[in-house]
């Protein structure tokens, strides 16, 4: 079968197949119950059937994916305050976690984090700092629907006020179950990759080898190309089949949806990085309203783009970091699909060259509106867990949260009065428990911040039947839209594999595997050396230049974090532009360690049905040791080429600086304009070349 005819087949290249001769045995099943006397009529409803008997499996392995991402983030939310019944629900009812304590089941690991980390409580001791922040994603469905296999990354910031702060970060590699209509944790296996005291000027490593459940076809393919053949249950009447078709819709917009708003809180974060206040403001609604911690509520743009301003002057000046990661966001979508929930994690990294660097731990609760197709932020609200003084850590050096500025006040008063670590307490969440349905379980007496008013209360966000809102009302023309919608949610959560992947097997020195994940004449920018054109060139260059292959070196470790990613998906669901965030840690074991970061902008597309990456450009924002951190300790960081200039030179000069440039700023490329103004950057990326 040729190409072209096979993508008739395969409706989003080979990430799903649906062969023709299922939907017209489906078809011909069901013609049979009608009996002779409604041949006729029946016929007229074959179509309709086929298109549901096609497109319902369709969309529900495009929400598994999503809904395997949404478990395992809440994981990550509820362990950081302590929820351990809302954290123990999340597992299957035979689900195993693999814990130092053991292989338990899941009321074994209900008892276990009530007993050893909540002192035989709900939540945490005061004093305690217990984030388990679930980055870079790489989700894998099976072909029956049924399983999906997940590889995560998890960065947390451990330790008790006063006493001792401690680093622990390493992968998951999970497996979940569909068991009653709902997703669970199967298996949960974490593996060590890094861990020691503040204190060291390093991390201490574990040496131990760590699986990996993906090929980087599959990478590419996270839903799977095969569907096992099966009957669903159909309408028989044509009302109720055109009603299913709607309904199937609305669900595949809603994963659209959920992706955009996910990236519209992404590009928040990158925007705040360069303190671009004009277009921070920018992503607002008209009536939109800002709350940073306790400094107050700003309403509307004008008001929101003055109280940008208490926090410098728009743009960053020379020597000035102000990094605002975004983490583990879990979006919701309202049922009439027009408003939006998300909850997520604000890690922050800030300080002035010479001076001091500073920590910073945050939740947001956000609300969004979508007018006129675009999604904008209605109410963002910015809960500070822990500030700390980078010299002394986080139990330490630990600072108050920032009240009122009297130069910008704001237009109203803050809405919740708290204290941060090593104070506890819990922002509420907007979302229901994803296995159970039910509210949060909070610890009793431990203060509550936030939550929405009975109008706009989190039950309208609860799964359900959707609305009759969908404007579509050419039946003829929904089958097809529903698979462009298919296409670019699979597309998007293909990209998001691809560039956690690449990271990966970087850590690893996989280079076989690395360049595979690239189109044949893919090309990738080789930080400080060139650029490489081609898969071939860019395996060879990659085996030339770096002298560790194939696992993972000896007395030295890196762990490359591509996180915060903002995906955009072409139309059609065949092409997509990358943004990712580099958060790297590197060093020898115990001793000088190394802090990295930078700004990874990539281009993906489907080759033989397969999502590959197509161009890769990075630029380095800054390095430090670890000793001295960001802002005592940065580097002017120059990667040895070796001999490879020589022996094996780049095909193209390279496109960004030579050098990282802090504590000089220089202007970092986006490939994408402001998604709510248009407004452009200074640097409008073009990855074609």
């Not at 053991?102 to 074994?108: M, P, S, V, Y």
């Not at 000069?653 to 050098?659: H, K, L, S, T, Y």
Request: hydrophobic share 35%; glycine share 10%.
């Amino acid at each position: 079968m040729s190409r072209q005819s096979r993508e008739k087949v395969i409706p989003y290249g080979k990430t799903f197949l649906v062969p023709a001769v299922f939907v017209l045995t489906i078809a011909g099943i069901i013609a049979c119950h009608s009996g002779d006397s409604g041949k006729r009529s029946e016929s007229r409803l074959d179509p309709l059937r086929a298109h549901v008997a096609e497109l319902k499996p369709m969309v529900e392995r495009a929400e598994a994916i999503g809904a395997v991402k949404r478990l395992q983030c809440a994981y990550g939310h509820y362990a950081e305050f302590g929820l351990w019944h809302d954290l123990a629900d999340l597992f299957a009812e035979e689900g195993i976690g693999h814990y130092p304590a053991g292989d338990l089941k899941k009321e074994e690991i209900r008892r276990l984090f009530l007993r050893d980390i909540g002192g035989g409580k709900l939540g945490l001791p005061e004093g305690l700092l217990y984030p388990h922040m679930m980055l870079q994603p790489v989700i894998t469905l099976a072909p029956d629907g049924k399983t999906a296999k997940g590889r995560w990354r998890v960065f947390t910031m451990l330790g008790f006020h006063g006493q001792n702060a401690n680093w622990a970060g390493g992968v998951y590699e999970n497996e979940y179950v569909l068991e009653g209509g709902v997703w669970k944790i199967k298996d949960l296996r974490f593996y060590l990759q890094y861990s020691g005291p503040y204190e060291q000027t390093g991390w201490t490593i574990d040496k131990g080898d760590i699986p990996i459940h993906y090929t980087p076809d599959l990478v590419g393919t996270p839903v799977t190309e095969e569907i096992e053949p099966a009957v669903p249950a159909i309408p028989r009447d044509e009302e109720a089949l055109t009603h299913q078709l709607k309904d199937l819709l609305r669900r595949a917009q809603r994963l659209n949806d959920q992706q955009e708003v996910e990236n519209l809180q992404n590009i928040y974060g990158y925007y705040w990085d360069r303190k671009m206040w004009d277009d921070v403001a920018d992503l607002f609604s008209d009536q939109g309203t800002i709350e940073p911690g306790l400094r107050g509520v700003y309403v509307g743009r004008k008001s929101i783009r003055r109280a940008l301003e208490q926090f410098g002057p728009q743009g960053l000046r020379e020597g000035e970091l102000n990094d605002h990661l975004q983490l583990q966001t879990l979006v919701s979508i309202s049922p009439d699909g027009l408003t939006a929930r998300a909850r997520g994690s604000e890690l922050m990294m800030s300080g002035q060259y010479g001076e001091a660097g500073e920590w910073g731990l945050g939740v947001f609760e956000n609300e969004y509106v979508k007018q006129d197709g675009i999604w904008h932020i209605r109410s963002m609200h910015i809960y500070p867990i822990m500030r700390a003084d980078y010299d002394k850590g986080w139990t330490k050096g630990t600072k108050p949260a920032m009240g009122i500025n009297k130069e910008y006040p704001p237009d109203r008063p803050p809405t919740a009065t708290y204290e941060i670590f090593p104070k506890y307490y819990i922002p509420k969440f907007h979302y229901d428990n994803p296995v159970t349905g039910l509210p949060a379980q909070y610890p009793e007496g431990t203060t509550l911040a936030g939550g929405f008013s009975s109008s706009n209360a989190a039950a309208s966000f609860k799964d359900g039947p959707n609305t009759d809102g969908e404007t579509m009302t050419d039946t003829e023309k929904i089958p097809e839209e529903i698979k462009r919608l298919i296409r670019r949610s699979i597309g998007y959560d293909a990209c998001e594999n691809l560039a956690s992947a690449y990271g990966y097997y970087i850590d690893d020195f996989l280079w076989d595997d690395f360049s595979d994940l690239f189109a044949l004449d893919g090309w990738r920018e080789a930080p400080f050396v060139g650029v490489y054109v081609g898969r071939e060139r860019i395996r060879k260059s990659l085996k030339i230049q770096y002298p560790f292959t194939g696992g993972r070196a000896t007395g030295f470790f890196t762990c490359h974090q591509f996180i915060q990613p903002v995906i955009h998906v072409s139309e059609d669901g065949r092409s997509a532009d990358i943004r990712v965030r580099l958060l790297q840690l590197s060093g020898a074991d115990g001793t000088d360690g190394l802090w990295m970061a930078g700004i990874m902008e990539l281009k993906a597309a489907i080759e033989e049905g397969i999502w590959k990456l197509t161009a890769m450009d990075f630029d380095y924002t800054w390095t430090a040791n670890y000793k001295s951190g960001w802002a005592k300790g940065p580097m002017s960081l120059k990667l040895s080429a070796g001999d490879i200039m020589e022996t094996f030179p780049p095909d193209r000069p390279m496109r960004g600086p030579e050098a990282a440039p802090f504590p000089k700023i220089a202007e970092m490329p986006f490939h994408y304009v402001n998604p709510v103004s248009g407004r452009q950057p200074g640097l409008l990326l073009n990855n074609d070349q």
